[in-house]
């Protein structure tokens, strides 16, 4: 193939290009990265959000309502990423409840907020004060 005919490019208009392309190349594999890693990156903010600003505790005992179910349920570990619940299988027997089982549930942080977790309270005296 005869390539005396073919436009040639100088070499500053060429320095330049590569210049130009090499600058976006960063900004597009960047961009690339960012969306690649969006959920986790995401999970590890709620996951800080969760640790530094939440009213749980970790090993804090709490209900969580799963699926129309009500389970008693504590809190084992608040990740970056994910947060651990214990929860317990009770049976009620002879007035008692026992604990059968149970499981261990995993939540991405960014579906903590979408769960509804009740604490429960203090045993209260609610009867009106003797006079």
């Avoid at 005869?2 to 960047?30: M, R």
Wanted: proline share 5%; charged share 25%; glycine share 10%.
């Amino acid at each position: 193939m005869n390539t005396s005919k073919l436009p040639q490019i100088d070499a500053g208009t060429q320095a330049a290009a590569e210049a130009f392309i090499g600058a976006w190349l960063w900004v597009g594999g960047a961009v690339f990265l960012v969306l690649l890693f969006r959920n986790f990156l995401q999970n590890v903010v709620e996951g800080m959000a969760i640790q530094w600003g939440s009213e749980y505790e970790q090993d804090e005992v709490v209900w969580l309502h799963l699926n129309g179910d009500r389970r008693p349920a504590r809190i084992a570990r608040f990740g970056l990423a994910r947060t651990s619940f214990y929860c317990y299988d009770v049976l009620e027997k002879d007035g008692k409840q026992i604990i059968t089982g149970g499981t261990l549930l995993t939540v991405p942080n960014s579906e903590v907020k979408g769960l509804r977790i009740e604490r429960p309270l203090d045993k209260l005296d609610l009867l009106p004060p003797e006079r």
